[in-house]
């Protein structure tokens, strides 16, 4: 069975300074790894994911994560946060087809509070 | 439809009143997913659906809690009695295939008081 494990419940930072929201998952076999953002009163959204491939994967809005297996991490960065980034974030992780569980699981979530 | 639509938004129950909760998947979407999630935590997974089979149940937290989607399509989330721990937000999902991204609904808010 696969875990995932978000660090920080709150992550407060100024508007325009660079933000990191950690994410460190366990399992025995491959992954799938996955940033789903939520914003207040509404369901997820997927903001990124890795599948295969390049272990950089960036969204449209500027976020990126890296998938590190030696590390067993999947950090979501970005370089200059702004209001509108404001919202709970949550790590998912699913193990690859033939692996095992494909329902993920998420993280607790974090919270990314913008300050202006 | 464009996405997952959830019904009602919001619902208030008497505790041991009886709740059923409406998800309307991505039309050709075969993988169908509940969420429960409570306030401040993360999605804790419920039950999954492939078409109109429910292949995992695991996560139902008692007989009360069941789970339908006859036609492979529209799927039903029924809470039988309600009680207080069953306040949460219930999350709707659908996918493509399995292990695959999900599309979440935007939820329904139950209260039980």
């Known amino acids: 069975a696969q875990s995932v494990t978000q660090l920080d419940s709150q992550v407060p930072v100024f508007e325009e300074a660079p933000v990191e929201l950690r994410c460190n998952y366990s399992s025995s076999v491959s992954v799938y790894l996955f940033w789903y953002v939520q914003y207040p009163n509404q369901g997820l959204q997927l903001l990124l994911k890795?599948?295969?491939?390049?272990?950089l994967v960036e969204s449209i809005n500027g976020f990126e994560a890296e998938f590190n297996k030696s590390q067993t991490s999947f950090h979501l960065r970005k370089p200059s946060v702004h209001i509108s980034d404001t919202a709970e974030y949550f790590c998912a992780v699913s193990e690859a087809p033939g692996g095992g569980s494909y329902i993920p699981t998420f993280g607790r979530g974090t919270s990314l509070i913008v300050h202006p | 439809g464009a996405g997952v639509s959830q019904s009602p938004r919001y619902k208030v129950a008497k505790r041991g009143q009886d709740v059923a909760l409406r998800c309307d998947p991505i039309?050709?979407?075969?993988?169908l997913f509940w969420y429960q999630q409570a306030l401040g935590q993360g999605p804790e997974f419920l039950t999954y659906f492939q078409n109109e089979a429910q292949l995992d149940k695991s996560g139902l937290p008692s007989d009360r809690f069941f789970a339908e989607r006859p036609e492979g399509s529209v799927s039903t989330l029924k809470i039988q009695r309600t009680q207080q721990e069953d306040s949460a937000v219930y999350l709707c999902a659908s996918s493509l295939s399995a292990g695959g991204q999900h599309t979440f609904g935007s939820g329904t808010r139950l209260t039980v008081v």
């Open positions: 890795y599948l295969s491939g390049s272990t």
């Open positions: 039309s050709g979407h075969v993988s």
